[in-house]
């Protein structure tokens, strides 16, 4: 129960990122992930602790956090958003599906299949609003948004493989990652001008998203994924979806 609380503050947070995020919507992706990855690992700077870890820790953790909204945000900009979102959304599936082959003594039932693909049904409708058309014409962003939910699942799972590591290494893999996603919005032709002058309501919501949905929410995936089942957990993040519907619904219209 503790975990899969853990996971619910992590998934109440991950459901406000629509809301925070169509307030910053004009800013470039890699910038805006730059700003609020740098932000959350800021912290990481004051832990000398959560330095100290295995190289290969740090490649899973960088990887799984930056190798997925890099792949996240590029197959926005090469698909329809509903698409890839729903092809995104099988991270959760996922997780439950892969369990066996990462973790040893865990084993498959009927209840977390249909758990699961009852999870996957339920954001499909959400999210496509029963209305959803592929078109080939797509593919290479529909193979994208197929990998960050790879991508999300195994990072997931690989931190019950990995050696003990302290859940503050998060901020660690965020301020790298927060490095690397500047490097790409400068390799992508833009600029850094918004931070000469950015306005005090888009650094406010630049610090609710680093401090909630892409900061604290990370701290509390890592901890729940160590002490519970993946199974039920991958299950629960299936709220996500529904709970973030209801907050634009609600503060948005």
């Known amino acids: 129960m503790n975990s899969l609380l853990l996971a619910s503050f992590a998934v109440i947070l991950w459901s406000t990122l629509a809301l925070l995020g169509s307030q910053v919507a004009s800013l470039p992706p890699f910038l805006m992930l730059g700003v609020v990855f740098t932000l959350t690992g800021l912290t990481s700077l004051f832990q000398p602790r959560a330095w100290r870890v295995p190289f290969r820790t740090l490649l899973v953790g ?114 790298i990652s927060g490095l690397l996603s500047f490097t790409v919005h400068l390799a992508l032709g833009g600029s850094l001008d918004f931070l000469v002058s950015p306005g005090w309501h888009k650094v406010l919501l630049l610090v609710l998203i680093a401090a909630g949905p892409m900061g604290a929410a990370f701290f509390f995936w890592d901890a729940a994924l160590k002490r519970g089942d993946p199974r039920a957990i991958g299950s629960l993040s299936y709220l996500t979806p529904l709970l973030s519907t209801l907050n634009l619904m609600l503060f948005s219209g």
Do not use: M
Not at 69 to 98: G, K, M
Not at 126 to 146: E, H, K, S, W
């Open 62 to 175: 960088v990887g799984g956090i930056f190798g997925y909204h890099f792949l996240y945000f590029r197959a926005f900009a090469l698909a329809p958003a509903v698409e890839a979102n729903l092809i995104n959304y099988l991270w959760p599936l996922l997780i439950v599906v892969l369990s066996p082959l990462f973790i040893k003594g865990i084993h498959l039932r009927l209840q977390h299949i249909l758990g699961g693909l009852l999870g996957l049904a339920g954001a499909a409708l959400i999210v496509t609003q029963g209305q959803i058309t592929f078109d080939t014409r797509y593919l290479p962003g529909y193979l994208l948004a197929g990998g960050a939910a790879v991508t999300w699942a195994v990072y997931s799972l690989l931190t019950k493989r990995l050696p003990p590591f302290p859940t503050g290494s998060i901020s660690v893999f965020c301020l």
